[in-house]
């Protein structure tokens, strides 16, 4: 069975770091892109970035680029996703998901609040 | 970025029924959309990729079509764990771009 379990998310301030890891199992992970989706209620479901099996390619929608950086460690069967200058517009659950175009499968999500 | 546009926003009906849930694209994606059901406490399921390829492990009652810019999931005899939300995503380019979601509740 496929399992996605993000972790990393929390209450932090403006301007300042957070790192959430996504751990997965019940497929070979090397095999497969790999991508982070977050949903707020006021803007729904956007895809923020996402990574080729090797890591090589990655990409960004434009308003992380130069802020969050999507990595990945085969070894450990596990993405990344580190959150630089946060902003409150960054407010948001964010899932990790495993995809080929459509984002075949998810994992339950972890709330990011960015507030003073 | 491409624009996708749901309909409608919500939907009530029974057990046993059919319902359509349509997506409009901003322009042609071919037929590459995809249809997701989310339900509190649950990953988000992808139900059917590519307009109309049911995922593995789909009921048959759902069932996608369309290409270009228009398209509709259908699910026929509703089952009591068809009530959710539903979005569409398109595939064709990037950045990957969602729906605002379609309600689909009780009636």
């Known amino acids: 069975e496929v399992q996605l379990v993000e972790s990393g998310g929390g209450l932090v301030q403006p301007g300042r770091s957070l790192k959430l890891s996504c751990a997965a199992s019940g497929f070979t992970f090397s095999n497969y892109g790999m991508a982070w989706v977050r949903q707020t209620p006021t803007k729904g479901l956007e895809w923020v970035a996402s990574i080729s099996t090797g890591g090589g390619n990655t990409y960004y929608r434009d308003s992380v680029k130069g802020r969050f950086t999507i990595s990945r460690d085969n070894a450990k069967n596990t993405q990344y996703l580190q959150m630089d200058s946060l902003r409150s517009e960054d407010t948001a659950t964010y899932y990790c998901?495993?995809?080929?175009?459509?984002?075949?499968?998810w994992g339950q999500g972890t709330l990011v609040t960015v507030s003073s | 970025d491409v624009q996708m546009t749901q309909s409608p926003s919500n939907l009530a009906a029974s057990p046993g029924e059919s319902v359509s849930i349509n997506c409009k694209a901003s322009?042609?994606?071919?037929?590459?959309l995809a249809w997701y059901q989310q339900k509190p406490g649950k990953a988000n399921k992808l139900l059917i990729y590519?307009?109309?390829t049911l995922q593995s492990g789909t009921p048959s009652r759902f069932s996608g079509s369309g290409s270009g810019t228009d398209f509709t999931l259908t699910i026929r005899n509703l089952e009591p764990e068809d009530f959710g939300l539903y979005y569409c995503?398109?595939?064709?380019?990037?950045?990957?771009?969602f729906g605002a979601g379609t309600k689909l509740e009780l009636k």
């Open positions: 998901a495993r995809f080929s175009g459509p984002f075949a499968y």
């Open positions: 995503q398109q595939h064709n380019e990037y950045p990957p771009t």
């Open positions: 590519s307009g109309s």
């Open positions: 322009k042609s994606i071919s037929k590459y």
